[in-house]
């Protein structure tokens, strides 16, 4: 695992805009190549994530922090080798190869419930089914509220990178 010395945005906005609605003080967030979608996982709680509001958080990284983001990066041939672990007590980042960041996530008691494997192409592949089918069949005044509200945290998670970055820029 390799220590990320960048900013963390607060909770709940993290959280939110991830879509995590666990208890776990790790997650991880990684792209999925099957749905062609970003998943955060806990290990044990699984469910897909605001693609804009991932590609903003990690380009974030990429331009203003020089995080090798190709890492997290994927292709349908070629599934992300590693996953963004985030520690939502402390607020900070690590990276990870895929497996060994499972293995750290899973490494804790299973929460009471039904759960969903990130490393099983199956639960992944029903999972993105389900989510997308529940959006498509979703009448249009839902479907609306549900874009606005993913809308509203991709312009709160900017306006937290813009904050971040003039910080970075009144240190030098």
């Known amino acids: 695992m390799k220590a990320l010395t960048c900013p963390v945005p607060p909770a709940p906005l993290l959280e939110d805009y991830l879509g995590y ?3 776990a003080q790790y997650i991880a967030v990684y792209w999925e190549r099957l749905g ?3 998943i955060v996982t806990d ?3 699984t469910t897909v994530s605001v693609p804009e509001a991932y590609w903003l958080f990690t380009n974030f990284l990429r331009l203003q922090y020089d995080v090798r983001t ?8 070629n599934p992300a080798g590693w996953w963004l672990i985030i ?5 900070y980042l690590l990276m990870s190869q895929s497996k060994e960041a499972y293995q750290f996530l899973s490494n804790r008691k299973k929460p009471e419930g039904p759960t969903v494997n990130p490393t099983d192409e199956n639960e992944i592949y029903k999972l993105i089914e389900t989510h ?3 959006r498509k069949g979703r009448p249009a005044k839902d479907a609306l509220a549900i874009w606005r509200a993913e809308n509203q945290l991709i312009h709160q998670l900017w306006k937290w990178i813009e904050e971040q970055i003039q910080l970075e820029e009144n240190k030098q």
Do not use: A, M
């Open 132 to 134: 997308f089918t529940e």
């Open 36 to 38: 062609d979608v970003p």
């Open 21 to 23: 609605i666990g208890d």
């Open 70 to 77: 190709s890492w997290l990066s994927r292709s349908y041939d």
């Open 43 to 45: 290990g044990y709680n």
């Open 87 to 91: 520690d939502l007590k402390n607020r």
